[in-house]
């Protein structure tokens, strides 16, 4: 599975951002998507995942009900649509694939990562 994340930029805070991840091949729906985030000088964190069919979504707690997660399985894409972004949201951005296992919130286990997208949130 290859994945690209795209859709980072500069935004001010309170503004929105929708990042997306395209996926090769012909089995997306047999994953399990998540979008993690890299700070610098801080460790990877889980920022949200959507089951195979979209009909679970998790997030962290720093972006519940401010970041949505979706998928479209006919067009092999995870999206991370954010809004009311923060200054503490600036991070890199990566997408992520795995095979379920009804897990969520560890980067571990993940063996598919997309390159990572730049979201700058400024004051």
């Known amino acids: 599975v290859q994945l690209q994340a795209y859709g980072g930029g500069l935004v001010q805070a309170g503004g929105s951002l929708r990042l997306s991840c395209a996926a090769s091949g012909r089995t997306f729906s047999s994953y399990a998507m998540g979008w993690f985030r890299q700070a610098p000088g801080k460790e990877r964190e889980f920022v949200a995942g959507v089951s195979r069919f979209g009909g679970g979504t998790y997030y962290a707690d720093s972006v519940k009900g401010r970041f949505t997660i979706s998928r479209d399985n006919a067009k092999n894409t995870a999206y991370l649509q954010m809004n009311s972004l923060k200054p503490e949201d600036t991070a890199v951005y990566y997408c992520?694939?795995?095979?379920?296992?009804?897990?969520?919130?560890?980067?571990?286990?993940?063996?598919?990562w997309g390159q990572g997208t730049q979201v700058t949130v400024s004051s």
């Open positions: 992520a694939s795995k095979v379920p296992d009804g897990t969520y919130g560890s980067g571990a286990g993940w063996p598919y």
